[in-house]
């Protein structure tokens, strides 16, 4: 099961398009003076957390709303802390549990900027899996809505799905996989019951999990489609990460246009003679109904991220101009888009 309306951008450098921005990493920093953090206490395990209150008359700070991510190894946890970062959350995989509370008290530092934290805790980090109870009544006297998701499959499917990967269990040490299972099962147990969301995975595909992370958390708005639509040259070759690579080499070349050769497909004399030409209008048309359909089947598949290459011989005229009102339309079409011209300027 292993395995986040504008103009788009005319700058060489990739550019975000869309007037959302998430916040996946950043936690902003608190300004100086506006609010007073009461005293802190400090837990026998050394983190420092603070009690959450503020002094009279300054800001109160909004603390996050937290996920748990927790599960047995081979289960998908992974996929699952993947699908909530696509869905803006900020995600931490394997933090000792005592450090929780400093990652949300951080949170509420960040003036509202990380909003949903999900951290991924595991037998990797058994060493601090005792502070975990504790961490947790920690928050709970805090008022942190907090939720535990746990990923449960069956021993069959585990073994099955270790033997696929050719790797050892985390706990089985000298023994057999089957060990490492039946011991993280114990270590687990507790966990396991005080879960908020349990979801086997035993008969379930990558794709199948997402969904049921995405019914959980993403709300009444479907998760978005975020697109990078980039121009390139192909005589210095295909882009390795492109979903969907289109040729504009059917058109005419402003190359060969003495005045046009100098400029880019950012120009607007170079950008009109490459959409006049005939068919440029007519391709744009029904490669942005194309893309609908196919934006319509990777969201039912779970998939955020699309790239879209578009070549031409040098990655200077026609890509770069078919590139940026290729961009225009799926913005239009509320699809976050970013703009890369990868050769231009290479010549």
């Not at 805090?142 to 585990?158: M, Q």
């Not at 479907?222 to 210095?236: D, I, Q």
């Not at 942005?288 to 699309?306: D, F, H, N, P, S």
């Not at 578009?310 to 078919?322: E, Y």
Request: net charge negative; proline share 5%.
């Amino acid at each position: 099961m292993t395995d986040h309306e504008a103009q788009p951008t005319t700058e060489h450098a990739a550019q975000p398009t869309a007037g959302r921005e998430q916040a996946h990493g950043t936690t902003g920093e608190e300004e100086a003076g506006r609010r007073t953090a009461a005293p802190e206490r400090r837990q026998d395990n050394g983190a420092q957390v603070s009690t959450g209150k503020e002094t009279a008359g300054a800001h109160e700070a909004a603390i996050p709303e937290l996920v748990i991510i927790s599960g047995m190894s081979g289960a998908g946890r992974s996929t699952a802390a993947k699908c909530l970062e696509d869905l803006g959350w900020f995600v931490v995989d394997n933090l000792p549990p005592a450090l929780i509370p400093t990652m949300v008290e951080l949170g509420a530092r960040s003036q509202g900027n990380v909003a949903r934290i999900a951290v991924v805790v595991d037998v990797r980090g058994r060493r601090f899996f005792d502070n975990l109870r504790e961490s947790l009544a920690d928050l709970d006297a805090r008022g942190v809505t907090r939720r535990i998701v746990f990923l449960e499959s069956s021993d069959d499917a585990l073994v099955r799905r270790f033997e696929s990967v050719r790797r050892p269990h985390p706990l089985q040490g000298d023994g057999r996989i089957v060990d490492g299972i039946a011991a993280e099962r114990e270590l687990l147990r507790e966990l396991r019951g005080d879960a908020d969301l349990v979801i086997d995975t035993s008969s379930l595909n990558v794709h199948e999990l997402r969904a049921k992370m995405d019914a959980q958390f993403a709300g009444e708005e479907e998760p978005a489609l975020r697109a990078t639509v980039m121009s390139f040259g192909f005589k210095y070759g295909l882009p390795v990460d492109a979903d969907l690579v289109v040729d504009m080499r059917f058109l005419p070349n402003p190359h060969w246009v003495p005045e046009l050769r100098p400029f880019t497909g950012l120009n607007e004399e170079v950008s009109s003679y490459v959409l006049n030409q005939p068919g440029a209008k007519e391709f744009l048309d029904r490669y942005t109904e194309l893309l609908q359909m196919i934006a319509a089947g990777y969201r039912r598949e779970g998939k955020r991220y699309v790239t879209v290459a578009v070549g031409c011989t040098g990655g200077k005229h026609r890509s770069v101009a078919m590139s940026e009102r290729l961009a225009a339309r799926l913005v239009a079409e509320g699809v976050e888009t970013v703009v890369v011209h990868r050769d231009m300027g290479r010549e």
